[in-house]
């Protein structure tokens, strides 16, 4: 393919994709802390106790309520934290001891709907695998160990003061959504071919550019140093995760991508077949990204 025809197929696919945003433009930002679905006007009453059933803080579901317990307000602080990252302890944050993250990202960019949801790398279930083996780093590790990875990797920052309110938040609202046994998602199919970074480029302008732009530096909420976050997030750049995130290796990416993007694709029927997943990965790992600042 020449240059001139590959430029027509890229052009004409974020003309497609723009055209599906419709269908496909479930924000990634975080609903009002007051959006809560009712039935029949009339309000849900809060948890008096940590779900045993698997929770849907999604935007079409019934929502976050502050638990009614002693420690609710910590719970609801985490899960602030996990849906307003930058906001509240981002690099716009208005409190400037509180910026341990580096980037405008949220927690749920990754962990989709406040970490509940079931093939978004959710959380639920997960407090209760800690402490747990990491091959990655050949040790176990606490989960306050594994938010400090988090935090110095996806949101390409410092980790938290142990003792600090931010993570005896995080952890509240981890173990909060605790008990209900937590969902492994299947490894991504093998591509039958090996990825293609040149493939993926041409998936990205066809599919994921209308969200995350042509320049993956994705959409913003408002304006820089609002700290207000992102609408789309970006994909690359100094605003984006590290490259020691597992957003960077295909083993996280890939599945994460044929299940759910383009955001609000149905998980049972992917939109990208198993090679797209594959070549467009290939092309994000290509794209400038911060450096982990653990590897020297």
Known sequence: MTGKSALSVLFLGVAIGVAGLAIFSPSWGPPPPSAVRTVDNVLPSAPTAPPTAWPDYSLNGPGFLTPAMADGELVAYGHRLVTQTFAVIGPEASDPAKRFAGNNLSCQNCHLDSGTNRTGLPLVGVAKTYPKFSARDNRVLSLPERLDDCMTRSMNGRPLPRESRETKALLAYLRFIAEPVPMQNEPAPAPPQPADAVRGFTVFGTVCAACHQLDGQGVRIGSVNDARGYRFPP???????????????????????????????????????????????????????PKDPSVR
Not at 243 to 268: I, L
């Open 235 to 289: 994909l690359w750049g100094p605003d984006s995760f590290n490259d020691g995130a597992g957003m960077n290796t295909f083993d996280d990416a890939v599945g994460f991508v044929r299940r759910n993007m383009p955001r609000g694709v149905d998980p049972r029927h992917p939109q990208l077949t198993p090679q797209q997943a594959w070549d467009v990965v290939a092309y994000l790992k290509t794209r400038p990204r």
